[in-house]
């Protein structure tokens, strides 16, 4: 039994044993549908032409779609953008420039986004796509490149949360105000790492461009993919998509669409790791922050601390929409944007600023005193004008308000719906329209006990070990960053050589590993195991120190994906860490623990102390990437690139 984002990897995986079922936990070979990158798609030309590549696996599979820096006007960014259309027109790659809108919106409304299919970016918030019933998730650049040069990456299937909305909205109160009360109320990692799947009787209440924002904001949540299930609003958006000449969107394809939906649903008593809930009906207007997604205030009781506003906005793929501009303008229609205050506002796409235009909402806006931005990042990303300056306050329609992202770091912002940021502009200070719904979100979760999978002996590729043994090293601390992994300070020194990363390993986590570490250790950390930011050096310097792998009770999933990317293997191995914390009771930064380890790729298990624990199995796919030193030199060889293509 399978939900339904095991259902969409296992159309979307290659290479897999005959019979084998998708399960979360696997790694897979996966060939998605689209692959969108935007202005970083010069980086991920960088990493393509580093690997050997000369012509894309399939030129339709990537998008390029220029929508951050558009304001900019150097004439070092127009080369980059320039470089990037010829790249896209010498490989016959689908391209839309500046000005046509955020990535994640254009391929949306173009059809490049389908019910059923895997659809990824080199963007955070590829979670989006999950509102039209598609798994979309992030990868870094490398997978890009991957894609673009072989057609395929690889990805781990990761645990599923059903999240279960029942009920329906009451008036002014919208999409953003339940994925906002959904991260404020579960905000201890409930979903951290996990896809979420929305199901219940709430779902059919919620139209497109709603469910669009929830899924996006899944990223701020925590969620690798927020997913919700293809049903007849789908169905209907999608056939309106193709009257107005989607590129990707016919009206044959949907009707091939509507008769395969049986098969897009989970299997009746399929497993999900958590069960969450939440009664619609009980959701009201509510703002994030400042600084973070985890603090929510009901917008009532800001409205009555009477906090004062300096900048408001209504930009960004999650919530800059037609519906959103329609609420912002049902606020300021007659209203003026109080002294003091700024309004920006940006539509997500052209087609949305036109369709705005001509339904009125967009001149309401204007004439309230708005001052419009084209379509784009804007300062959602911290880039062009309007950003917020020292000791001010923002209220933004945005999906993150991590301190300094929208302009200094002496600034504050909260997050809302755009309803609520208009009448937050013209008061003065954040407030919501009149007769908003007051009250108290109801919602629960409980964690569902995995059930066994019946042991199996994993494949092992030759090269690849079939068990590795060593001291276990253990580093009791959960939510381990990378900067506590690798400090930032050497992060951009490229000088230092493998031996000299290898000596500053760990160096802010404790100053005493590199005197307790010995080559051959298996280290073992807690959860979330290597948050924070993307420097790959917080894996390699690990794997210089002779350090042959690491288990933890989870990692964090770009960790995971930087340390596989560059051959270096890691265990899930929950049970582990629980009982060292038994044993060992009291905290030490890092303890040699005298327990010899053997760790059996063969069996998924790990054995110490007469005991056995149940480890993720690395399947063929992870395997391969371990034994050709990364995904990069993995790539090279496929297409047949000279052989030091891809390495250093």
Known sequence: ?????????????VGLPAGHEVHSGDYVMVRPLHVMTHDNTSAVMEKFKAIGATRMADPKQPVFVLDHDIQNKDPKNLKKYAAIEAFAKEHGVDFYPAGRGIGHQVITEEGYVWPGALVVASDSHSNLYGGLGALGTPVVRTDAASIWATGQTWWQVPPVAKCVLKGRLRAGATGKDVIITLCGMFNNDEVLNHCVEFVGDGVAELPIDQ??????????WGALAGVFPCDSKTIAWLRNRATVGAKK??????AALEKELPKLQPDPGCYYAKKLELDLGTVTPHVSGPDTVTDMTSVAEMQRRKVPVQKAYIVSCVNSRVDDIADAARVLRGQKVAPGVELYVAAASSEVEAESAKRGDWQVLLDAGAKPLPPGCGPCIGLGAGLLQDGEVGISATNRNFKGRMGSRNAQAYLASPAVVAASAVSGFISGPEGMPEGKPQGSCRVAPRPERPKQKVPILPGFPERVEGELLWCDADNLNTDGIYPGKYTYREDLKPEEMAKVAMENYDPRFQELARAGDVLVGGYNFGTGSSREQAATALKYRGLPLVAAGSFSD????????????LVDCPELVDWLRERFGEKAATRRTGLMAVVDFAAAEIRVDGRSFAMAPLGPAAQELVIMGGLEALVAQRIGAPADAGKG
């Not at 039994?1 to 990897?9: H, P, R, T």
């Not at 669009?212 to 990223?219: D, E, F, R």
């Not at 969107?249 to 949907?254: H, I, P």
């Open 1 to 13: 039994m399978q939900n339904y984002v095991e259902k969409i990897v296992q159309r979307y995986a």
């Open 211 to 220: 469910r669009l924002t929830i899924a996006n904001m899944t990223t701020e």
């Open 249 to 254: 969107v016919s009206l044959d394809r949907v």
């Open 558 to 569: 770009t960790y995971k994906r930087n340390a596989i990317n560059n051959g270096y293997p």
